[in-house]
C-alpha cells in the first residue's frame, strides 16, 4: 500500500488530496489531505472520484482513427501519419485560417496543454482560434484589460479577511468557488459569518450559497448591469464614494459618476425586480461596511451585458476604497509569473469573417463557429482541432455545431473520451489520467484567496505519451517538420524561450512542463524552485493578499481606468434597454451541481447516484399558468431550437426563470461512455441562442435566454 499526496485538477479550488493504492496500483481510497496548506483536508465528491476517473474503462487508452465511419485503435504512429497526410495540405491549400482550434476547460486544469498547447497555436498561427472563455468569463478580461491594462489581472475577493461580501451570479457552495481560488468555501464563508460580517447574494434562484446568506435578492437574469449602476449611482447621490489610497491612482471617476446618472435606484427597480429601497440600503451597507467586497461570477458574465456588470463590480470595489485593500477585492501575487513584456490591452486586431466580431485575447467567439465551418468562400474553417472540449454539449446552438462538425474535410480531438464531440473526430488522442502525469495550478494560483503553490508529481507511470509531447508533435506537423518531428529539440526551443522571456539561462537537469515551472519559479517573486515544491508535498504558503497597485497596472497612463472608452461605449445599448417596455417574458438560466463537471464527468457512476438531476426547475405560479406538473415533460422551445426534459416545480427559483444544468445530453450514436449514456439527461444548449452575446467580449448568453415552454 502507498499513498500518494496530489493536487486535485478537477476545480479551481485546488484541494490537496492523499491517495491511496494497493499493490495492484488500484486506487483503494482518496480523501482530504489535512496537510494541505491551503485546502486542509477538504474535499468534495468530484475529488472522491479521482480514483473512478482514473480506473473508468470507457476512459481511452490508444489514439483513435475513424476508418469507413469506424474507430479502429491504431499506434500512435499511424495516427500522427494520418494527421500528416490530411492537414498541411488544408493549410496549403486554404490557408492557417482555414483550420480551428476550439480549447476547453480541463486544459487550464493541465499543466502541459497549457504551457504546451500555446505553442500548438502560435505554429498553426489561425484567426479561428476558440475556446471555453467565450461561453465563460472573457467579460472579467474585458474589464480587467481595459480598467487595469492586463487581461489577467483579475481581482478576487480577500474572502478570509472580509467583513461584507455581496455576491452576484455565482454560487461557489456548488461551484467550490471561480476567479476565486479559495478550498472550502463553506468554511470560509462561515468564517465571515463568525466574525460578524455579512453576506449578500444576488442569484434568480435560491441557491445553495443563497440559502447560507444572510440576505437573498431574486433578481430578474441579464439585469445585474442595472442593479450595479444603481448602487454606484446612490454611493455619489449619498456623497459616499470614498476611493481612499487609490484616488490618486484613478483615472475617470466624474466619468463614472455622470454614466451613472440615469441609473437611478427607481428607474432600476422594476428591470431587476429589486425594490429601490432594498437597493439604497444594500449601497449603504456596502459603503459602511469595515471592508466590504463585491464578487461577480458566470451569472454575471455569460448574460447580455457581461463585459458591463464585471467592470462595475470593481467599480464599485474601487468607490467604496475597497480595491486593493485587505478584507476587499485583492490582486494575487503568484509564485510563477506569466513571462514575456506586458503590453497595454488591445482588442480587434482581427474580426471574424461571417459576423465580424472583434477579436478579444486572441480569440473569437464560439458562438459563430458553426458560421465559419458553414459559410462558404476564402477564409471558410475546413479543419477543427479540439483540445480538452465538448462544445457540442458547452457551446449556444450546439445542434447546429453539432451538424456543421460533419461538414469538415479534418478533425482531431486531443481527448481522454470518445463523447458528443469527440465521436466527430477523424483521429483521437488520448492523454494520461490525472495521477499519471505532474500537476501545477499555473491559472489558478493567480485567482487564489492566499498566496500559495503546490506542485504535484505524477503518482503513477503512463502508458499513454504525456500531452505536451502531443501536443509538440502537432506543432512539428503544423510547423512543415513531418509526423517524425523532434519533440526534445522543441522542447529545448521552448524552454529557451522561456528561460529568454525571465532572463534566465536555460537549464537542462529537466524537461517538459516541469522544466518551464521552475524556470517561472526562479523568475518569480518568491526565491523558490521546483525542488523546494518537491520537498513540500503538502504545499507552500507565501501569506495572505498584499495590496499591488500601482505595480500591478499596465494601462496606457499607468492608472486605473474607471471609465475605459470600450466599456463605455457599450452603455448607450444598456440605456436602450432601460428605455424599452419592461419584457417579463420566460428566461432560461443554467444550474451546476456538486457531482457534475461541466459535460465530462457523467461516465463516473459515483457522481450520476441519485436520480436524474437534468430537469427543468420551474416556479410553482408558472407551473400553474403553463399547465406543467412536477415529473412531467416539458417542451422548451427558444429561436435555436427545442428540448423536452422532466419538469421539477419548486420555488428555488424565480417567478418568470427556468432552470436547466448544462453538459448534459449523452445519448447519441458513436460515443463510448456507457455510464453517461445510461444518464443521459438532455443539451440544455439546443436552446441557447447563439446569436445573442455580450457585444464587446463576444460572449455567449447563456443566462436569461428568452424560452416559450408548454407541456411535451
Ligand atoms: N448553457 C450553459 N453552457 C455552458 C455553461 C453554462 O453555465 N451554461 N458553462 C460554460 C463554461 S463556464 C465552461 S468552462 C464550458 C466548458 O466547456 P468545454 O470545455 O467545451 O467542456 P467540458 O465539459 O469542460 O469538456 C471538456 C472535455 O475535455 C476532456 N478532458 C478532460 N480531461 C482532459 C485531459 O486531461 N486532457 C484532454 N485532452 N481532455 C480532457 C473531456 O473528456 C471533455 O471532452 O461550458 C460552458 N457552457
Ligand atoms: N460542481 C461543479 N463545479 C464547477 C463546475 C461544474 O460544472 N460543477 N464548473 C466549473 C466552471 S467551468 C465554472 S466557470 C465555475 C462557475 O462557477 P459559478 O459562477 O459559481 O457557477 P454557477 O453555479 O453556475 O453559478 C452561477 C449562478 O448565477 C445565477 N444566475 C444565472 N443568471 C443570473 C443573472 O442574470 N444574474 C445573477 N446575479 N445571477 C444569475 C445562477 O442561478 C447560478 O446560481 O464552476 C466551476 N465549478
Ligand atoms: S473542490 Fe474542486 S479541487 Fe477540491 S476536491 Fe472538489 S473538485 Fe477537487
Ligand atoms: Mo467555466
Redesign the pocket.
Known sequence: MTTAHVTCPLCEATCGLEVTLDENQQVTRVQGDDQDVFSKGYICPKGASLGALHHDPDRLTAPLLKRDGEFVEVSWQEAYDEIARRLPPIIEEHGRDAVAVYA???GVH?IA?TLYGRVLYKALGTKNFYS?TS??QMPKHYSSGTMFGDPLAIPVPDLDRTQHLLVLGANPLVSNGSLMTAPDIRGRLRGIRDRGGKIVVVDPRRTRTAAFADEHHPIRPGTDAFLLFALVNVLFEEDRVTPGRLAEHLDGLDDVRELARSFTPEAVAPRTGIAAGEIRRMARELADAENAVVYGR?GTT?QAFGTIASWLVDVLNVLTGNLDEPGGAMFPLAACQPTGNRRPFKVGRWHSRVRGYPEVVGELPVATLADEIESPGEGQVRALIT?????C???PNAGRLTQALGNLDFMIS????L?E??RQADVVLP?PS?LERPHFDLAFYQLSVRNVANWTPATLPSALPQ?WETMLRLTGIVAGQGPEADVAALDDFVAADVARRAGLEVTHDRTGPARLVDLMLRAGPYDVTLADLEAAPHGMDFGPLKPRIPEVLCTASGRIELAPEPVVKDVPRLRDELAKPVDDGLVLI?RRHLSS????MHNLAPLVRGGNRCTVQVHPADAARLGLTDGGLAAVTSRAGKLEAPVEITDEIRQGVISIP??WGHDVDGARTRVARANPGVN??LV?DETLLDVPSGTSV?NGIPVEVAPA
Do not use: K
Request: glycine share 12%.
Open positions: 476547453g476547460n480541463p493541465n496543454l471555453a461561453v465563460d458566470i455569460t483540445v480538452s472540449g465538448n462544445p454539449l458547452s457551446t486531443v481527448d481522454v473520451y463523447n464531440t469527440s492523454g490525472p500531452e443554467g463537471n461541466n459535460s465530462w448544462h453538459g440544455s444548449n441557447a447563456l
